[in-house]
T-cell receptor, first 114, second 117 residues
Framework: DTGVSQDPRHKITKRGQNVTFRCDPISEHNRLYWYRQTLGQGPEFLTY????????KSRLLSDRFSAERPKGSFSTLEIQRTEQGDSAMYLC????????????FGPGTRLTVL | AQKITQTQPGMFVQEKEAVTLDCTYD???????LFWYKQPSSGEMIFLIYQGSYDEQNATEGRYSLNFQKARKSANLVISASQLGDSAMYFCAMREGETDSSYKLIFGSGTRLLVRP
C-alpha cells in the first residue's frame, strides 16, 4: 500500500520562471490538499479538491498559483512567474471522507527561488 | 477565529522518560477534530493520533496518548518511554466542523523535541 508521493522532491529555479509540482495521492482517497510550509512554521493550507472539484482556495493562493486534479486522481500545482517569497516546502496530503478524515502527507517538494 | 497554540518552541526529555507536548485551540464549533503529526528532519509529516470533539475517551496509539480537556480547550500529546527516534518537530492541528464547508487543517507553530541518551 503506497503512500502519497510528490515529484520532484527538490526544485531550484530562477525568479520569474514557472514551476509545476505533481502529487499522487493514496489510491481511493477522494480528497486532496496542498499546503505550504516555510522554515520554522507549521503548514498553511493552500487549496483542497474533492474528486476533481476544487472546493476551497486560501487567500494565500494568489493568481500566480493554479492547481488542478483533472481526473480526480493525481494533482498538479503550478506557480507562474516565481518570486523569492515562494521559496518553501510544498506539501500534498490526501484523505478518504470518513469520520476522522485523517490527512496523510507526502514527502513534500522543496522549492528554492534564486 | 480558529487557532492552534503551541507554547513550547523546544523541549528536552531523557530517553525512556515520558514527555508532554502542550496544545491549546480556539474554535466556536461544537464539532471538530484534533490531530498530532510528527515531522522528522526529512520533512515528511507523519500522522500520530486523532481525537474527535465528541469522543469521551482520550485517544491512544501505542506510546502516544492525547490528554483531551474540552473545557480548557487543550489537547496535549503524551509520549511515553521516549526513544531517540522520537526527536523531531511535533505539530498539533485542528479541523473544524462536520459541514461540507472545509476540511482544511489549521496547524500550530510546532514543538521541537530532543531526546537525550
Amino acid at each position: 500500500d503506497t503512500g502519497v508521493s510528490q515529484d520532484p522532491r527538490h526544485k531550484i529555479t530562477k525568479r520569474g520562471q514557472n514551476v509545476t509540482f505533481r502529487c499522487d495521492p493514496i489510491s481511493e482517497h477522494n480528497r486532496l490538499y496542498w499546503y505550504r510550509q516555510t522554515l520554522g512554521q507549521g503548514p498553511e493550507f493552500l487549496t483542497y479538491f474533492q474528486n476533481e472539484a476544487q472546493l476551497e482556495k486560501s487567500r494565500l493562493l494568489s493568481d500566480r498559483f493554479s492547481a488542478e486534479r483533472p481526473k480526480g486522481s493525481f494533482s498538479t500545482l503550478e506557480i507562474q512567474r516565481t518570486e523569492q517569497g515562494d521559496s518553501a516546502m510544498y506539501l500534498c496530503a490526501s484523505s478518504f471522507s470518513e469520520e476522522a478524515d485523517t490527512q496523510y502527507f507526502g514527502p513534500g517538494t522543496r522549492l528554492t527561488v534564486l | 477565529a480558529q487557532k492552534i497554540t503551541q507554547t513550547q518552541p523546544g523541549m528536552f526529555v531523557q530517553e525512556k522518560e515520558a514527555v508532554t507536548l502542550d496544545c491549546t485551540y480556539d474554535t466556536s464549533d461544537q464539532s471538530y477534530g484534533l490531530f498530532w503529526y510528527k515531522q522528522p528532519s526529512s520533512g515528511e509529516m507523519i500522522f500520530l493520533i486523532y481525537q474527535g470533539s465528541y469522543d469521551e475517551q482520550n485517544a491512544t496509539e501505542g506510546r502516544y496518548s492525547l490528554n483531551f480537556q474540552k473545557a480548557r480547550k487543550s489537547a496535549n500529546l503524551v509520549i511515553s518511554a521516549s526513544q531517540l527516534g522520537d526527536s523531531a518537530m511535533y505539530f498539533c492541528a485542528m479541523r473544524e466542523g462536520e459541514t461540507d464547508s472545509s476540511y482544511k487543517l489549521i496547524f500550530g507553530s510546532g514543538t521541537r523535541l530532543l531526546v537525550r541518551p
